[in-house]
């Protein structure tokens, strides 16, 4: 484990507790997980992983303003996608993540000064960052499915990341997959169907 690795997984805990205590404190302490997540995912080559960071660091800055000016307050309803939209955003969810990995898996041919060497896992690590991007966007419209990405995402996680001797980022991959799963079940609870 690098030190990298351990203040990045502090300062991400951290600022998912205080995101749970609704404190604007949790945006600049996310772009710090941001920014040491960025650093450690070039070192290990996950680009794909990489390059979730730099979009990460784009909502945090947003998230950060956003809970800075006022009627931040308004409050979507919990609520499930129709069936046929759901298969459509999965749909398109692959196709994107195809895409991605086979780009990711030339990457090191394609911009050889940046990307040293060849990516490792492009695929599975351009799944899971093109799920991370849907599940966000999901969840920031209070679809229910935006749970069921993360956990996805998660159980990926915890293989892959133990799998590049990241294993601190794999024990918190089991803890967002506890949250995911507790998420899902708060959130069903109050779900309605909205089309």
């Not at 805990?13 to 749970?20: E, F, T, V």
């Not at 999965?90 to 090191?108: D, E, K, N, R």
């Amino acid at each position: 484990m690098s030190y990298i690795e351990l203040l990045g997984t502090v300062f991400y805990l951290w600022s998912i507790w205080l995101i749970s205590q609704r404190k604007i404190l949790t945006w600049p302490v996310g772009i710090v997980s941001v920014l040491l997540y960025m650093a450690l995912f070039y070192q290990i080559r996950l680009y794909s992983d990489f390059l979730e960071q730099i979009y990460y660091l784009v909502v945090s800055v947003y998230g950060w303003w956003r809970w800075s000016t006022p009627d931040s307050s308004k409050v979507l309803q919990i609520r499930y996608s129709p069936p046929r939209k759901i298969v459509l955003i999965a749909a398109i969810t692959v196709a994107i993540s195809f895409a991605t990995g086979a780009l990711m898996s030339q990457i090191h041919l394609l911009l050889p000064a940046i990307f040293l060497e060849k990516a490792s896992f492009p695929y599975l690590d351009a799944l899971t960052t093109i799920m991370s991007f849907t599940a966000m966007w999901l969840m920031v419209q209070k679809r229910i499915e935006s749970w069921y990405y993360w956990i996805i995402v998660d159980i990926i996680g915890i293989w892959l990341y133990y799998v590049k001797e990241v294993k601190f980022i794999a024990f918190l991959y089991v803890i967002l997959l506890l949250i995911a799963i507790n998420g899902s079940i708060s959130w069903l609870k109050t779900a309605k169907i909205v089309h």
